[in-house]
């Protein structure tokens, strides 16, 4: 179908420029070189033949295939983000190419001992035989989801060459921001003008979602009084022990790291403090929303709790809801999780359905009107330096959007 050399060629031109977003920023795109791969990207999109081509004043991309048929199709989307996240650096990224992959360690970086290991990452023995790229292990690769963008740009040029092949309209989305929460926030759902879209910006060959995490972040902040420690007895009151209280307050099992499938968390992703004043960052996670709601409500009855026992308001909390499960919103039309997973199957991958344990642009473009589950790019590790991508897996799914498009075609 799509060369494999293409493909590499392409993925490796796109994570080579650095898109990592930024959280403190309030401008979008949150970082000014996101700019320098969305102007690409925006070109390329012309070059290859797309039509209606804009990128607007936030750098949000759009993009038309027009039906080559004369029936009535549902007009489908296809989205992915150009950002990469700010939890490890994205800049000078330098991927390497390992062909027919043995199943054995990948020495990313000799000189810091870095080491990408099936001992460690057993999903790497899924890949025997095929050709990886990987980072050199001082930063991140970019596959999220620079991979999905790949592939939707191969699959619409191998469209536009190949116009045997008969479809409706098709909708191309790149956003910026996804990896802080805002890669949906100005797209304009309207302009856009799909009956629904896909996320590309899963992770494993098969991967196919249409649920997702109810999602919140808490600011905890701990105030606390400093006075010289000679003379502090009676009258120091240290913010970094009310914030261990805290913390400890919150049940210890229900943390990212002992938890999965479908069991919520409270991840604390930040904290820093001195005597006088203790913050606290926490995410919030759960797929079921009165889980959901209660996680919130604990939150604030430990601080309730704590400052009864200090006799002074020290603690006080702000949440703030992030993203919601898009899964009551695609439940109503899951003839398009359908449609997904027979396109997966035609081309001989078996589908993997299973709720994210994340968030995704989708999760809120279904909650302004597109719905929009998710489908693997085919990355791994994602945000970290052991991220890895398999080749074939981006020439799936680039076969899967072909698919999609073909069999919506073909059922009208």
Request: charged share 25%; proline share 5%; hydrophobic share 40%.
């Amino acid at each position: 179908m799509i060369a494999k050399a293409h493909i590499i060629n392409r993925f490796v031109r796109y994570v080579t420029v650095d898109t990592e977003s930024d959280p403190n920023s309030p401008s979008t795109p949150s970082s000014q070189n996101q700019w320098d791969l969305a102007n690409a990207l925006a070109q390329e999109l012309k070059d290859i033949g797309m039509s209606e081509v804009s990128i607007d004043e936030h750098a949000y991309i759009m993009a038309t295939l027009p039906s080559n048929v004369e029936h009535h199709v549902p007009t489908i989307g296809f989205i992915s983000h150009f950002d990469t996240s700010p939890d490890f650096t994205g800049a000078n990224v330098k991927p390497r190419v390992i062909e027919n992959y043995d199943g054995e360690d990948i020495v990313l970086n000799k000189d810091q001992n870095i080491i990408l290991s099936p001992k460690e990452f057993d999903d790497l023995l899924l890949y025997v035989g095929n050709t990886l790229i990987v980072t050199d292990g001082t930063t991140l690769l970019g596959a999220d989801d620079k991979a999905g963008i790949t592939e939707i740009v191969s699959a619409m040029e191998y469209l536009i060459k190949h116009p045997e092949i008969k479809h409706g309209p098709i909708k191309v989305g790149f956003t910026p921001d996804e990896e802080i929460g805002r890669g949906a926030h100005k797209f304009d759902v309207a302009k856009f003008g799909a009956d629904w879209a896909y996320t590309m910006d899963g992770s494993q060959i098969g991967e196919l979602e249409f649920e997702n995490f109810n999602a919140a972040g808490a600011k905890i902040t701990i105030n606390g009084k400093m006075v010289h420690p000679g003379c502090a007895k009676g009258k120091m009151v240290n913010s970094m022990y009310i914030a261990q209280k805290f913390i400890e307050a919150l049940p210890g099992e229900e943390t990212p790291e002992k938890t999965d499938g479908r069991d919520g968390f409270y991840h604390l992703h930040h904290l820093s403090g001195d005597v006088e004043q203790t913050q606290l960052h926490y995410i919030i996670r759960d797929h079921d929303w009165s889980r959901f709601e209660e996680r919130k409500a604990l939150m604030h009855q430990i601080a309730e709790d704590i400052n009864k026992d200090l006799g002074i308001e020290r603690v006080a909390v702000e949440i703030k809801d992030q993203y919601f499960n898009m899964r009551e919103k695609i439940e109503p039309i899951m003839h398009i999780v359908d449609l997904a997973k027979e396109a997966m199957e035609i081309a001989g991958i078996t589908p993997i359905i299973k709720p994210i344990r994340g968030g995704t642009d989708g999760s809120q473009l279904s909650f302004m009107g597109l719905p929009c589950p998710n489908i693997f790019a085919g990355g791994h590790n994602f945000h970290g330096r052991y991220e890895y991508v398999p080749v074939e897996s981006m020439i799936k799914a680039s076969e899967v959007i072909v698919n999609i498009v073909k069999m919506a075609a073909d059922r009208q």
